[in-house]
């Protein structure tokens, strides 16, 4: 959970690492594809980043000659970036009991190549929540240029052996 301020008023901090990144998402390399989050609203908004690397095993046959970042992978870390937005509203410290799992997917739509050296900001706000079921609108942008956006559908259950 981030930390509040202290005395005099300042604003809580919001930003989360990548180690408690990883106590939300069961994700791990090469599938974790959120670095940090930069700064979240509880029940509202959040921003992260997904620094592209050359070093991912996808970009050995997507595409050789020229690498781009796969489509699915970006919708992938938008749905992350909403998970943890969504895990920050259960009031609860995060573990390994609950596993966040896509629902659905709509108005998916990509205006730009992203590739290694670009640094992905991934901006989610959440629309509605009813029933265990989150629909977030998400958005991923290179240097202020979109790149893709989508409305996410998703829910959460209880690990099996949880």
């Known amino acids: 959970m981030p930390a509040t301020a202290g005395a005099g008023g300042k604003k809580p901090v919001t930003q989360i690492d990548i180690h408690q990144i990883r106590k939300i998402l069961p994700h791990r390399y090469p599938f974790l594809l959120v670095d940090r989050v930069l700064d979240y609203e509880k029940h509202k908004?959040?921003?992260a980043v997904k620094n592209v690397t050359v070093n991912e095993p996808f970009f050995g046959g997507h595409f050789p000659a020229r690498p781009v970042f796969p489509g699915v992978l970006i919708l992938e870390a938008i749905a992350q970036a909403s998970?943890?937005?969504a895990s920050?509203?259960?009031d609860r410290e995060p573990d390994d009991?609950?596993?966040f799992l896509f629902a659905g997917i709509d108005k998916a739509r990509f205006k730009r190549p992203v590739e290694p050296g670009d640094q992905l900001l991934i901006e989610v706000a959440q629309v509605h929540y009813k029933s265990r079921i989150w629909k977030y609108s998400g958005k991923a942008s290179v240097e202020g240029d979109l790149a893709a956006s989508a409305e996410i559908l998703f829910t959460y259950r209880e690990a099996p052996g949880a």
């Open 83 to 85: 998970a943890i937005l």
């Open 45 to 47: 908004t959040l921003r």
């Open 97 to 99: 009991s609950i596993i």
């Open 88 to 90: 920050r509203g259960l």
